[in-house]
């Protein structure tokens, strides 16, 4: 009865319907196409409606949530062009959702083809449809190898889990490509400073150093200046892991944070990760808060630098003992005033 009720051509509420429907269909193993046999007009013009600008975005968001159950000769055209960068950010990242549910190998390069460019929602809905299938993780291992991407793009979790993937190929793969990738400078600078690992640091030294070195972008204990990740939840990070964060910033990379640049039509360029965004403009934002505004009709060029916001080279300014402090101070910054008897 329900089904009987559509009209050959979807508005909203027929493709809300019919996405209730294939979603409780899929519980039960049945699949939404097979059952509309006898009305594959329904599901065919959700494609046009999904790239069809003039249409309100919330109906076009609702078709393509209907391409999950459309055939893929059919779906793939419209899913591809709404990866498109000219398209709303939700569209795109509906589109990427859809795409993921499509077991065919061309779905890891459409998704890759947008990544240079992608915005942080885009670039999690990328990541988790990537991370789904063996085959896409085996085509993430391929954009590393090629210098299409950096090993830290992809995040903490995802890099954790591709490196203990349960198919021993893949894991094994996975820690040749990323050991290949990591650069022999960095890795010589962090056997360096180890040392400072083992050091009785100073905290109230580290504090000063942090000041200086750190407080442009991060903001601990009310010193500094909150633009990038918050990291004053340290107290559960080991010495190790902060020793790496520091030292080698882009190895793990906070997509939220990406760094991106910018060149705009006027020739000038921008960098900085996006802290805000509207259909019409996008604010980047840097060291001390700074933040440029830039419309996107002025925009010429735009993709991830593939490294951190926060630059390298911080040896340069911190000895191995000052290493120690500053460590000492991340990691017990809030008990650096407190009575003798709070720190136990």
Same mark, same amino acid.
């Given at each position: ?65 209907l ?53 942080p ?16 993780? *085996? ?39 990323? *050991? ?33 070195n ?21 107290l559960s990070?080991?010495?190790? *892991? ?22 705009t ?11 805000? *965004? ?9 060291g ?43 990691k ?5 005033d ?7």
């Amino acid at each position: 009865a329900v089904v009987g009720g559509l009209s050959p051509t979807p508005g909203r509420r027929e493709a809300s319907v019919l996405n209730g429907l294939a979603e409780g269909m899929a519980r039960r193993g049945t699949k939404l196409g097979e059952f509309l046999g006898a009305l594959p007009e329904v599901l065919s013009q959700a494609a046009g409606i999904a790239k069809d600008g003039g249409r309100p975005l919330p109906e076009r968001l609702d078709a393509v949530r209907l391409l999950v159950h459309v055939p893929w000769d059919a779906a793939s055209p419209a899913l591809g062009a709404l990866l498109a960068d000219d398209q709303p950010q939700d569209l795109r990242i509906a589109a990427t959702a859809a795409l993921s549910t499509h077991g065919r190998p061309e779905v890891a390069g459409m998704l890759m083809a947008s990544w240079k460019k992608a915005l942080p929602a885009l670039r999690r809905e990328i990541l988790e449809a990537m991370g789904r299938r063996p085959e896409r993780i *085996q085509a993430l291992l391929d954009e590393i190898e090629a210098d299409r991407m950096a090993p830290g793009e992809l995040g903490a979790s995802l890099l954790k889990a591709v490196l203990n993937h349960g198919d021993a190929s893949i894991r094994d793969r996975a820690k040749k490509v990323v *050991q290949n990738k990591m650069p022999e400078e960095r890795q010589k600078i962090i056997d360096r400073y180890k040392t400072a690992l083992g050091m009785a640091g100073d905290a109230k030294r580290g504090r000063d150093l942090f000041k200086t070195n750190c407080a442009a972008c991060h903001k601990i204990a009310g010193v500094g200046t909150l633009v990038g990740p918050d990291i004053s939840d340290t107290l559960s990070k080991q010495p190790e *892991q902060l020793l790496v964060d520091i030292l080698d910033p882009s190895r793990v990379i906070d997509n939220n944070y990406a760094n991106f640049l910018v060149k705009t039509k006027s020739g000038t360029v921008l960098t900085g990760f996006i802290s805000a *965004q509207t259909a019409s403009s996008l604010t980047l934002r840097r060291g001390e808060g700074q933040e440029d505004v830039v419309l996107r009709q002025d925009i010429e060029e735009m993709k991830s630098s593939g490294v951190s916001l926060m630059p390298e080279g911080l040896e340069k300014n911190v000895t191995v003992e000052g290493m120690a402090d500053l460590i000492a101070f991340l990691k017990g910054w809030r008990f650096i005033d407190a009575p003798e008897r709070e720190k136990r």
